[in-house]
DNA sequence: GTTCTAGAAC
DNA sequence: GTTCTAGAAC
């Protein structure tokens, strides 16, 4: 097997998102550690915007620039539990996080709207995150795929497939460890990273002299 | 989710 | 010397 297949720092990473073992709470009304996005939109003074249905926050680590979440109040866990009648929902956090996007001065067409195939934290989420990818947050390799491969979940596909199907599928696991272990590419141009390093320093060219670096 | 560390691999 | 891997974290 190749050099992406003995990626095995995935198994750390699968870790946690299988939501096994004992973690550190990191305040006195969070228990777990997966539990820290319910506990940051019930303070109030981590909330851009709030609606009936959702609220909107910044992400703690961003992985670009620009990065929000927006969350709904009802206890949903993730899309897997979601279901036609939620479309109204689903668009409502849409417009909350487009609102959140314009508060950055860039053009709408700059931001991604979607959802993680296999979120670690608890509370459905979307992500609404600037095309940049450009910030130290983004520390690992699977950190790009989980936003620039099918892991990331778009929006608008979620909204198609709850009005065709009512339900979204569990991925099988082996589905979603090859999607982390896709080998890097720029998602501006053509250029594909000798590794990670090289990515990151090739996004920050992208920042700082364009599309055509 | 993240940070930290040691040791392997390149 | 740099990058990647692997595991712990009470």
Redesign the pocket.
């Known amino acids: 097997m190749g050099?992406l297949s003995?990626?095995?720092?995935l198994?750390?990473f699968w870790k946690?998102?299988s939501g096994n073992g004992?973690?550190?709470a990191e305040s006195p009304t969070q228990m777990f550690?997966s539990d820290g996005l319910i506990d940051a939109i019930n303070n109030t003074g981590k909330q851009l915007f709030v609606s009936d249905l959702a609220v909107v926050i910044k992400d703690k680590?961003p992985k670009a620039l620009h990065h929000f979440l927006v969350l709904p109040w009802k206890d949903i866990d993730s899309v897997y539990e979601l279901s036609s009648d939620d479309d109204g929902l689903l668009q409502e956090m849409y417009e909350l996080g487009s609102k959140a996007a314009s508060t950055s001065g860039l053009p709408a067409g700059q931001f991604e709207y979607g959802y993680?195939m296999k979120?670690?934290?608890r509370r459905l989420h979307l992500h609404v995150i600037s095309k940049d990818y450009h910030s130290p947050?983004l520390?690992?390799?699977y950190?790009w795929n989980?936003f620039n491969t099918d892991f990331f979940i778009k929006h608008e596909y979620v909204v198609k497939k709850l009005h065709e199907k009512g339900c979204i599928d569990r991925p099988h696991t082996q589905h979603v460890m090859t999607l982390l272990e896709t080998p890097l590419q720029c998602n501006q141009c053509t250029y594909v990273p000798k590794?990670?390093?090289d990515l990151k320093l090739h996004l920050k060219q992208h920042v700082e002299y364009g599309q055509h670096s």
């Open positions: 050099k003995s990626f095995n720092n198994n750390v946690f998102i004992v973690w550190m550690w680590y993680h979120p670690s934290m947050c520390s690992h390799w950190h989980a590794n990670f390093k």
